[in-house]
Every structure is written in C-alpha cells, then in structure tokens.
C-alpha cells in the first residue's frame, strides 16, 4: 500500500547514456513533482505536473524530460547523462494548489550514479 | 519573492538534550509553513505544519509555532533520541496558492547515546 512508489531505487550508469526513473502515485493527488537532491542534501525542484499539465518547469537542461501519461504517473527521461547529474532524484505528490492542503508526499528516491 | 533560511548544522547533542532548529521565512502575506524530516536513505516526510499565524504545529514531541511579527517558525523538542537523527527541512507555501513549495537547506541532526 505504498503511497509514492519509485523505480528504480539505485541506477548506475556510464556517461552518454539515457535512462529514465517511473514514479506512481496511488493517493488520489492531482499534483506531481519531481525534485533533485544533491550530496549536501540541498532539494531543488525540477519540474510539477498538475492533472497531466505541465505547470513548474525550472532551470533546467533539456536533456531532462518529463512525461505524465496521467495523473497517477509522472515519469523523467534523461538523455546524454551527465557526471553532474549524479543525484538522488525524488518523486512527490500533492492534492493541489491551495496552500494550507499542499503537503508533499515524497518517494523513497532514486540514486543515481553516473560514471 | 519568497525564501526560507534555516539554521546550518551539522547539529550534535546528547541524548534527552533540548533541541532548536532555528527557521525565517520571506514571503508575503500569510503562507503555510512545514517541516519535514528525512530519516537517512528515505525521502521527505511531513513532520508538523502551521497555516496561520499563532498556530501550533506538533508531532512526535516536536512543536513550531508560526511567528508572523518574527517571521519564523522554529523547531523544537524537549528530549531528543538517538532516533531523532536525520535531516529536518524548514518549508513554506505562498497563501495565493500554487504548487511551489520553497524549502530551506535542511538541517542535519545527529543524536549521541
């Protein structure tokens, strides 16, 4: 009965390639998020997705792209991976937009090592 | 725009020591105001929340309390343990709504036996 589901857990994986992380959500929530956290544990968000609509997109470099096949599921595709985006990657959902229901959910996250 | 700052750590204490994590916030208007714990090799989960100034968040024996004349929204627990020891995120969300939710650095908490 996981909330947010991620997979994989751990992804290893040389310079060049591409790969992508699947996030599922079984709570109902309209919102999905997907958050980079690096090694000193700083969390930035990458992207959100509200009912399958794009609605945060960052800074962030085109290699990373998101896919939202519906509301339940918020998938990222990364191409040509990078030293630098080694990182643990977190999947989140939340009900919605208004402040005082905005509690995030959060994945258990993916490691990801690039070499 | 909006912003949280919070206390940089490493923080160490002994066991049944006092614990503050110290919080402020730049925001306008009244948002909601969270913390967060991540306990290690997990993610973020919701600690405590306050959505109006003068609330009380509590869980676990951790309380906030939402200061709007201070901006803040510190941490604390009387009596921490061992297995208090994680990560703890400071974090609000704008009252106009929205989906973006700003969270600090993280506090990192280790607790010695």
């Known amino acids: 009965d996981t909330a947010v589901s991620q997979t994989p857990k751990y992804l290893v994986t040389q310079m060049g390639n591409d790969k992508s992380i699947k996030c599922e959500q079984n709570l109902g929530h309209d919102t999905m998020y997907w958050y980079k956290q690096d090694s000193k544990k700083f969390l930035k968000i990458m992207f959100s997705y509200n009912n399958k609509e794009l609605i945060i997109n960052e800074t962030v470099p085109n290699r990373f792209s998101p896919k939202s096949p519906d509301k339940a599921h918020l998938n990222l595709h990364i191409n040509s991976l990078e030293l630098g985006d080694s990182a643990v990657y977190f999947c989140a959902s939340s009900q919605g937009g208004l402040a005082g229901v905005n509690e995030q959910f959060f994945g258990p996250g993916t490691r990801l090592t690039v070499l | ?113």
């Not at chain 2, 994590?21 to 997990?42: D, H, K, M, R």
């Not at chain 2, 627990?77 to 650095?105: E, H, M, R, W």
């Open chain 2, 1 to 113: 725009g909006n912003s949280v700052t919070q206390m940089e750590g490493p923080v160490t204490l002994s066991e049944e020591a006092f614990l503050t994590i110290n919080c402020t916030y730049t925001a306008t208007g009244y948002p909601s105001l969270f913390w967060y714990v991540q306990y290690p090799g997990e993610g973020l989960q919701l600690l405590l929340k306050a959505t109006k100034a003068d609330d009380k968040g509590s869980n676990k024996g951790f309380e906030a309390t939402y200061r709007k004349e201070t901006t803040s929204f510190h941490l604390e627990k009387g009596s921490v343990q061992v297995s208090d020891s994680a990560v703890y995120f400071c974090a609000l969300t704008p009252n106009t709504g929205g989906f973006k939710t700003i969270f600090g650095a993280g506090t990192r908490l280790f607790v010695k036996a």
